[in-house]
C-alpha cells in the first residue's frame, strides 16, 4: 500500500483568491510607505503596519503558500506568492504572480509587485491535519490555512468540488476547489482555495490499481483474511471464508482461536500459538483442526502478525489462514498408501527371499540392482557382493552365455524361458539352471530385467539316466525284436514239421481212430500257430513296425468268409452263426482287408468260445453322417455268459482277462482284444462292448471305408413276395428276417415246425398263401424233414416253395425217397446266397450252376502243369521231410541239402528251376548263400531262389530281396501258398484250390482238458502222483526263490520260476503258471520281486483245494 506525500507536496498546490463583492473599479493607490521587496519579504515594521486584509493574506501565505486576494467589485486581484515558490506547472521568476491584474476566469500572467490595499475581511485560520503516514486520506480543501476558524465565513460551498485547469502550455490537470464568502470589512467577499490534486489523483490511481491487484488476488487464493482484536478474539473475517468453510463468519466473530480448535490438535501445537500470541510475535504455519457444531472438523493452516498503533499500542492480530483439510487428508491418504506400499514391499521382500530360486534385478547398464539370498547362495556370493556389482560376466559360464545374457538384457520386449544354460559359481564350476528373463517396464519404456532361475543339477541328472534308460530300452526291444524273430524261426520250424506232416498224413488213407489223431494234432498246431501270431502281432504292435495294406475288396463276401470259418466251430458247440449286412455296402470298399478279417475273427472267435446256447451274430451298417470316408459298424452279438461291469474297463488290456477261473475253463492268453483295439486305432476306428451277465454280449468296431463301386452283381428283385422262416434258434430268425426285410420281402419267422404249419395252412385258407418256406433240418419235436412231409400232405400248400438250411450237410433222409426240397443251403447262411435261391425256386432267375462241395478235399495228385526241379536248402530233418512230401504231392523232383555252403555247391553243379532257402542256417545262411551265387557265372546266378523263414518281423522280406532272393514264403508253409509261390514257375495258373473244411476246435478249459488227456493215457492215479510230485518241487522251488530274492541274485529267481512254469503249463496248472510268468519278468526288469514270489506260495498253496473235488484229488499229508 503506497504511503502518502508528506504535508508540504499538498501546500504547494494550493491556490487562495480573495474575491471583494464591491464594483469593479480602479484599485485605490497603495497608501505610502516602504515598498515591498521583490521576492515578497518585509520587515516586521511593515508587516505590522499592513491592514486586516494583509493579515489575511498573511495567515494565507504562511498556512498555504500560493495564496492571492481577488477583488471583488471587479473580479480582479493580485496575488502574493512566498519566495520560491514556482507557479503550478511552471517556474516563474521569483516574486512574479500569474494572476495579478486578471480577471478571475480570464487571468493573464502579470508579475506585479505593487500592493493592494487591504480591505476589511474575515481571517480564515485553518489548520492544515497531517495523515497517517500509512495510510492515505486526502486533505480537507481548505487545510493548511491559518487564523481564526470558519465560523466567521458567511457560508462556505462548493466544498472539495474537483474540476480541470489548463496550464499555459495547454495541459489539463485536477483541481480541487472549496469557496465562501466573508465581511471581514464590512463589504463582502469571496474565498476560492484551489488545490492542484494531480500527485494525489496519481497516488489514488496507484491506490486503486494496487487495491484491485490485491483483491484479485485474495479471490484467487484459497486464503482468507481474518482480524482479531487486543483481547485476541476474532473481529472480521474476508468473503472467502464462508465460501471455504461453509460457515458464516459470525459463527466465529466473538470467539477466541482455541474455543474454535479441536481435542485432534496436539497440546503442543496449541500451546507454542499461545505463547506466540501472548508475546505479541508473528507466527507461521500454525495447523489445527477445528471443533464444528454440524459436522466433522477442519483442518486449518493460520499465518498472523501482530498489530501496533502509532504510539506502539498493541491493537490485535491480523493474518491469513487457508483450508488444507483435503491436503491433510491426501496426505494421511499418501502416508496410508505409502504405509501399504512398504508392506507390500516388506512382504514381497520375504517372498523374494523366502523362495529356492534365484531371483536377480538387472539395470541396462548390466548391473545388479537386486539379488535374493539364494540366488547369492546359489552364485556361492554374498548379497552386498552382487548388489551394484557387474554381474553377468559374474554369471555367465562361457562366451556363448555371456552374449546371450547381454542380448537378453538389450534386446528382450518378451518374457524368455531357457532350460538348456549353465551358470558358474565364484569357483568356475558350472551351475545348470533353467531361468526365465522379463523386462522390467517403467512408462512404457524398459529400464532392466529380471532374471529369476534354479539349480537343475539333480533335473539334468536324472534325464541323463533317463536318456540312458530309453537308450537301454530301446537297445533291449531291439534285442526282444531280435530275440522274437530268432524265437519265431524257432517255433515256426517244428510248427511247419507238425502241420506240414499232419496234412500229409490226411491225404492219405486213415482208419477212421487214425484220422481222428491226425485232425487234433493238426487242431492243435493250428491253435498253437494262432497264440504265436498274436504274440507276434503284439511285439510288432509294441515296436511299432506293424503295417497296414489297404486294398480294394468287396465287403459282403469277407464278412461271410469270416462267419463261414467260425461256423464249423459253432456247430460242433450246437449254437448258430449268422451274418446281416447293411444292403448299401455292397460295394467295393478300400481298407485292409487282412486286418479287419483279423479283427472280426477276433471278435467273432470269443463270442463263439464265451456262448453256450442260442447264436452268434456278425452285423455290419452304414452309419449316417456327412463325414468322408463313410464310417461302418461291425456288431458281434452274442448269447453267452456275459461280461460283469467292473471287468469290462479292462478287457482291452494286454493279457487281461474276466478273471481267473474264466481263463482256466476258456483258455487264452488275453491277447486277442487288445490286438483288436490297437488294429481298430491303426485303421482310424474304436472298438467297445455292451454286456450283462448271463444275457450275453455286443462288441462292436467303428472303421472307416472308402466306398468305391457297388458289387458287380446284383440280387433279384424279390419286393412284396412273401416268406416264412420256421427255425427254433431265435438268431436264425431275427437274422433271415432282416436280411429278406431289406430288400422288401415280406417275412415272417416261427419257432417251431407246428406253429410253422399253422401259420401255412392258415395263409393259405386266407387267400394269401406264403410263396417261399425256409425250413430249419435240426429242429427238435417235429424235424425239418417230418415238415417237409407233412407240407407236401396238404393240397393246399402244394404251390409253396420250400428250402431247407442245416449246419451239418443234406438230411440223409432226402436221398432215400423223401419228397423232394426245391433247394437246400448250408449254414451259415449267405445274404447273397439266399437271396438268389428264393429268387430261383420264385422262378425270377435262371438255375444256378452246382456250387462245389465244401466236404471235397484238395485234388493233390492233380500234377502240376510243369514238373520242376527244386532245390530245398533246409538244415531242420524234420522241415526237409515236409518240403519233400509238399513237393512231391505237386509232382515236382526235390534235392535236399542242409546248409547254404551246400546249396551253393549244388547250384553249380546242376541246373534248377527253383531254390527253396532257409533264411537261418549253420555255417553259410541263406542270405550269404544267395549273395554267393548271384555272384556264380551268367547261367547259375539266375536261378529263382523263394526265402522260406520262420521270421515274421517288419523287414524280413526286404532283407531277403536286397540280398538277390526272388520271393518269400512264411514258415509254417502252407501247401496251397506253396502251389502258388512255384506257379509262375510251372506255368501253372495261379487258382487257389478248394479249401479243405476246417476241422471243429477242442473248446474244452484248459486246466481240466489237460488232465482229463493224461489220465486217459496214463490212468487217474499216476496223474495224481505226478501232481504230488509237482506240489514238492514247486515249494522247493519256490522257497530257493525267496532265500534268493534278498541276495540280488534275480537270474536264479527268474530260472527257478521258469522252472516251475513249464511243469505248471504242462499240467494245465494255469493260476501257476501265470504266478511264474509274473515273476520272471519282475526278475528279468530288476525290480522288486517279493509280491510276485507271495503270489506264487499262494497259488501252489490252493492247488490242494482246487483239485478236491476233481478226479485228481491230492492226497492229505
Not at 506240414?500 to 487234433?520: C, I, N, V
Not at 549244388?906 to 532257402?917: E, F, S, T
Amino acid at each position: 500500500m503506497r504511503a502518502a506525500q508528506p504535508d508540504h507536496d499538498h501546500h504547494h498546490h494550493i491556490r487562495a483568491l480573495i474575491v471583494s463583492s464591491r464594483p469593479s473599479s480602479p484599485p485605490a493607490a497603495a497608501p505610502a510607505g516602504p515598498r515591498l521587496p521583490r521576492h515578497g519579504r518585509r520587515s516586521p515594521r511593515l508587516r505590522r503596519a499592513a491592514g486586516p486584509d494583509q493579515r489575511f493574506l498573511r495567515g494565507t501565505r504562511q498556512g498555504t503558500p500560493p495564496v492571492g486576494p481577488l477583488d471583488a467589485a471587479d473580479g480582479r486581484g493580485t496575488a502574493r506568492r512566498q519566495p520560491g515558490i514556482p507557479a503550478p506547472g511552471q517556474g516563474p521568476p521569483p516574486g512574479h504572480s500569474e494572476h495579478r491584474g486578471r480577471r478571475h476566469r480570464h487571468r493573464r500572467p502579470e508579475w506585479r509587485h505593487r500592493q493592494r490595499q487591504p480591505r476589511p475581511a474575515l481571517h480564515l485560520r485553518l489548520r492544515a491535519r497531517r495523515g497517517d503516514r500509512q495510510e492515505y486520506r486526502p486533505p480537507h480543501p481548505l487545510a493548511g490555512l491559518k487564523g481564526e476558524a470558519v465560523s466567521g465565513m458567511n457560508r462556505i460551498f462548493a466544498l472539495g468540488r474537483e474540476s480541470m485547469a489548463r496550464r499555459r502550455g495547454g495541459a489539463s490537470f485536477p483541481i480541487e476547489l472549496a469557496a465562501g464568502d466573508l465581511t471581514p470589512t464590512g463589504s463582502p467577499q469571496f474565498v476560492v482555495i484551489m488545490r492542484d490534486i494531480s500527485e494525489r489523483k496519481r497516488i489514488e490511481r496507484e491506490m486503486a490499481e494496487s487495491e484491485e491487484r490485491f483483491r484479485d488476488f485474495a479471490q484467487s487464493t484459497s486464503d482468507w483474511f481474518w482480524e482479531m482484536g487486543p483481547d485476541l478474539r476474532f473481529t472480521g473475517f474476508s468473503g472467502q471464508f464462508t465460501e471455504h468453510t461453509r460457515t458464516l463468519p459470525d459463527h466465529y466473530v466473538g470467539r477466541t482461536r482455541d474455543e474454535m480448535i479441536s481435542d485432534d490438535t496436539p497440546a503442543e501445537v496449541r500451546r507454542q500459538n499461545l505463547a506466540d500470541m501472548a508475546a505479541r510475535r508473528p507466527f507461521r504455519d500454525f495447523v489445527y483442526h477445528t471443533r464444528e457444531m454440524d459436522g466433522p472438523g477442519r483442518f486449518l493452516r493460520v499465518n498472523g502478525k501482530p498489530v501496533f498503533d502509532a504510539s506502539g499500542e498493541f491493537t490485535g492480530y491480523r493474518g491469513t489462514a487457508s483450508d488444507i483439510t483435503e491436503e491433510i487428508e491426501a496426505e494421511e491418504r499418501l502416508k496410508a498408501s505409502q504405509a501399504e506400499i512398504e508392506r507390500l514391499a516388506e512382504r514381497n521382500n520375504s517372498i523374494l527371499e523366502s523362495v529356492d530360486d534365484g531371483i536377480v534385478g538387472i539395470d541396462l547398464n548390466g548391473r545388479a540392482t537386486f539379488v535374493n539370498r539364494a540366488a547369492a547362495k546359489l552364485l556361492d556370493f554374498e548379497p552386498a557382493e552382487l548388489v551394484g556389482s557387474d554381474i553377468l560376466p559374474l554369471m555367465a559360464l562361457d562366451l556363448h552365455t555371456a552374449e546371450k545374457l547381454y542380448q537378453i538384457l538389450l534386446r528382450l520386449t518378451e518374457s524368455i524361458r531357457d532350460d538348456t544354460a549353465s551358470f558358474k559359481r565364484r569357483d568356475g564350476s558350472p551351475l545348470p539352471v533353467e531361468y526365465i528373463a522379463s523386462p522390467v517396464m517403467d512408462r512404457g519404456n524398459q529400464v532392466g530385467v529380471v532374471l529369476g532361475f534354479r539349480d537343475i543339477t539333480q533335473r539334468r541328472l536324472v534325464e541323463r539316466q533317463l536318456r540312458e534308460a530309453k537308450e537301454a530300452a530301446e537297445a533291449g526291444n531291439r534285442t526282444k525284436s531280435e530275440f522274437l524273430a530268432t524265437m519265431s524261426h524257432e517255433i515256426r520250424t517244428p510248427m511247419n514239421g507238425v502241420i506240414g506232416m499232419t496234412g500229409l498224413l490226411l491225404d492219405t488213407r486213415l482208419s477212421e481212430e487214425q484220422r481222428h489223431f491226425a485232425e487234433t494234432i493238426r487242431d492243435s498246431g493250428e491253435s498253437l500257430l494262432t497264440v504265436i501270431n498274436d504274440i507276434l502281432d503284439f511285439s510288432k504292435m509294441e515296436a511299432g513296425k506293424l503295417d497296414l495294406d489297404y486294398t480294394e475288396f468287396e465287403l459282403v463276401p469277407l464278412v461271410e468268409s469270416v462267419v463261414d470259418i467260425l461256423a464249423p466251430r459253432a456247430h460242433a458247440k450246437g449254437i448258430e452263426i449268422a451274418s446281416l449286412i447293411d444292403p448299401r455296402l455292397r460295394m467295393l470298399v478300400r481298407s485292409d482287408p487282412g486286418r479287419l478279417r483279423q479283427v472280426l475273427m477276433n471278435l467273432g472267435g470269443n463270442a463263439v468260445k464265451f456262448t453256450e446256447k442260442g447264436g452268434v451274430s456278425i452285423e455290419v451298417s452304414l452309419l449316417d453322417g456327412p463325414d468322408a470316408p463313410a464310417m461302418a459298424r461291425f456288431d458281434v452279438r452274442d448269447t453267452g455268459i456275459g461280461i460283469p461291469p467292473e471287468a469290462q474297463g479292462r478287457l482291452f488290456s494286454m493279457f487281461s482277462q474276466v478273471d481267473a477261473s474264466t481263463a482256466r475253463r476258456y483258455g487264452g492268453t488275453g491277447l486277442g482284444l487288445a490286438i483288436s483295439r490297437r488294429l481298430a486305432e491303426l485303421m482310424g476306428g474304436e472298438v467297445g462292448v455292451e454286456s450283462a451277465v448271463g444275457r450275453g454280449s455286443r462288441f462292436w468296431i467303428t472303421l472307416p471305408l472308402e466306398l468305391l463301386a457297388p458289387q458287380s452283381a446284383a440280387p433279384p428283385d424279390l419286393s412284396g413276395h412273401r416268406v416264412l422262416v420256421v427255425d427254433d434258434n431265435p438268431v436264425n430268425c431275427d437274422v433271415i428276417e432282416r436280411q429278406l426285410r431289406a430288400f422288401g420281402v415280406e417275412v415272417h419267422a416261427c419257432l417251431d415246425a407246428g406253429s410253422g404249419m399253422g401259420e401255412l395252412t392258415r395263409a393259405a385258407a386266407m387267400g394269401t398263401p406264403w410263396e417261399v418256406a425256409v425250413v430249419d433240418s435240426q429242429m427238435p419235436v417235429v424235424t425239418g424233414s417230418e415238415m417237409v412231409r407233412m407240407i407236401h400232405a396238404i393240397p393246399m400248400l402244394a404251390g409253396t416253395r420250400i428250402v431247407v438250411t442245416s449246419s451239418q450237410g443234406m438230411p440223409a433222409d432226402q436221398n432215400d425217397g423223401q419228397p423232394a426240397i426245391d433247394a437246400f443251403l448250408h449254414k451259415p447262411l449267405r445274404q447273397s446266397t439266399l437271396l438268389d435261391t428264393i429268387g430261383r425256386v420264385l422262378g425270377l432267375t435262371g438255375p444256378a450252376e452246382r456250387p462245389a462241395d465244401h466236404a471235397e478235399e484238395y485234388k493233390a495228385s492233380e500234377p502240376a502243369a510243369k514238373r520242376l526241379r527244386i532245390l530245398v536248402a533246409e538244415d531242420n530233418p524234420v522241415n526237409q521231410q515236409v518240403a519233400l512230401g509238399l513237393l512231391r504231392k505237386l509232382g515236382h523232383t526235390v534235392d535236399v541239402v542242409g546248409d547254404g555252403a551246400e546249396a551253393l555247391e549244388a547250384v553249380r553243379l546242376l541246373p534248377y528251376d527253383v531254390v527253396l532257402m532257409d533264411v537261418q542256417m549253420p555255417e553259410m545262411d541263406g542270405l550269404e548263400a544267395t549273395r554267393a551265387i548271384r555272384a556264380l557265372p551268367l547261367a547259375a546266378a539266375q536261378v529263382p531262389i523263394v526265402a522260406m523263414t520262420a521270421n515274421a518281423m517288419r523287414g524280413d522280406d526286404q532283407m531277403c530281396f536286397d540280398a538277390g532272393m526272388d520271393g518269400y514264403i512264411s514258415k509254417p508253409i502252407d501247401r496251397h501258398k506253396l502251389a502258388e509261390a512255384l506257379a509262375k514257375y510251372s506255368g501253372a495258373p495261379e487258382t487257389k484250390p478248394a479249401e479243405p473244411p476246417a476241422a471243429p476246435q477242442n473248446s474244452k478249459a484248459v486246466d481240466r482238458d489237460v488232465l482229463d488227456a493224461l489220465a486217459a493215457d496214463i490212468e487217474a492215479d499216476t496223474v495224481v502222483e505226478i501232481l504230488v510230485k509237482f506240489m514238492e518241487d514247486a515249494r522247493t522251488r519256490q522257497n530257493n526263490a525267496a532265500a534268493l530274492a534278498p541276495t540280488g541274485d534275480l537270474e536264479k529267481v527268474r530260472r527257478e520260476a521258469h522252472t516251475i512254469k513249464g511243469a505248471a503249463a504242462s499240467l494245465g496248472l494255469l493260476a501257476v503258471r501265470d504266478a511264474c510268468l509274473a515273476l520272471e519278468q519282475a526278475a528279468r526288469a530288476g525290480g522288486e520281486v517279493a509280491p510276485q514270489i507271495d503270489r506264487l506260495h499262494q497259488d501252489i498253496e490252493a492247488l490242494p483245494g482246487l483239485l478236491a473235488a476233481t478226479p485228481y484229488a491230492l492226497p492229505a499229508p
